[in-house]
């Protein structure tokens, strides 16, 4: 039996979630190269599984315990445990293996709890370790191997995270996200530039930037992937990258 086929199964299945749940971060992962598709994906898709549990899920515990099933599991396949017949946690698996440091991704989780418990929410600190991980092990995923532009990862994690608290749904904390973004000042967060890193992240961090931008002007911000905001995304994948 060929081992391949279940991964080429779970990429399909994961990468067709993610385009209904993040178009904008499915686009992105198709300016990779195509061995770096599924990490990205992977990647991408357990940020949104994350995020979504803490905005549909209503009772405080059970999406507590949903987040610490999934830190777990990535610790279980950090250390060399066969993954369950679970679509993102097969993929997760087969990257891991080469490209991605699931242990260290498993961090992730510490940033959406606060907003499954009870206690106070610091939209600068979710926004910063939440970017940083996730930017980082999307710099891994595509390939990066060092330098400025994983140097610059983080910063423009946290460009994405602060943005992604005005674009995304957040559902059942959504007053407790909309309280906690009076600590942030987007202008100044938009300054970041992430022109070193690689195009799957350089897009991300262009939209985000776009958005901060408009928050920080008053706009409202345009429906995610127009026809606009894609060409955005091809304009700053095709711009000259600085070394």
Known sequence: MDERAPVADAQAHVGAELRARSPERWLSCLWAAEAARPALLAVHALDCELQRIVAEIGDPLLAEIRLAWWREQLLALAAGAAPPAQPLLRLLAAVGRRRVDLERLARIEEAFLP??????????????????????????????????????????????AQAALWRERWGRVAARIETARAQLAPAAAGAATGAQLPVPLRVLAGLARADLAAVAAGRRLAPAATAGRQLRMALVALAPRRA
């Open 115 to 160: 907003l499954a418990t009870a206690g106070g929410f610091d939209a600068r600190a979710h926004a910063r370790l939440r970017g940083a991980l996730l930017f980082e092990a999307l710099f891994e995923a595509a390939g990066g191997s060092g330098g400025p532009g994983r140097a610059a990862a983080p910063a423009a994690g946290e460009m994405w």
